[in-house]
């Protein structure tokens, strides 16, 4: 499946290829390749163990890909957040301007609200949805929403705490 060891094929730039593209999820990519799935999977995590030295050098030009994609993300996440709050700010000063606030002014604005929350990235831990903190992993993120969800949890069991002796 590879090409001369040590360097990836013409196979694997393609599949590189796709993945920049963004349009694919794996199975597609790997079957465009004619791969199977696992295939494909040990060469995005790197297992050198199963496919020698090339998947070592796939993983990186596919780590390269996601950080881009990943900036990209954020910029655009970015710009679509500072352009939403600039038509919020003309819209709400065009409904101040009026003398009564209509129904629809109001769904108006409950709906810029909206779509500025779900433009933000998030983590959603059961029922409970999280904003998105920087410099924390997704697992980090999980495991610091499980903490928070325990103790708002037991602030619900409120017992009495017995005196304590004298000594």
């Not at 730039?13 to 079957?31: D, S, T």
Request: aromatic content about 6%; charged content about 30%; glycine content about 4%.
């Amino acid at each position: 499946m590879a090409g001369k060891p040590g360097q990836l094929s013409d196979l694997h730039w393609k599949a590189l290829a796709l993945f920049e593209e963004g349009n694919l999820i794996r199975e597609e990519v790997a079957a465009a390749c004619g791969w199977k799935i696992d295939y494909l999977n040990h060469l995005c995590t790197g297992d050198t163990s199963t496919n020698g030295e090339v998947a070592a050098l796939f993983k990186t030009e596919y780590l390269k890909i996601q950080k881009k994609q990943e900036e990209e993300t954020k910029q655009l996440v970015a710009n679509n957040t500072k352009s939403l709050q600039k038509l919020i700010t003309r819209v709400i000063d065009e409904i101040n301007s009026k003398k009564k606030v209509t129904p629809e002014d109001k769904k108006i604005i409950s709906m810029y609200t909206n779509a500025v929350a779900k433009c933000q990235p998030h983590v959603s831990v059961g029922s409970v949805s999280f904003s998105y903190v920087k410099g924390m992993t997704p697992e980090e993120l999980i495991h610091e929403f499980k903490k928070l969800k325990s103790v708002a949890e037991s602030s619900f069991e409120r017992q009495k705490i017995d005196r304590t002796k004298e000594l």
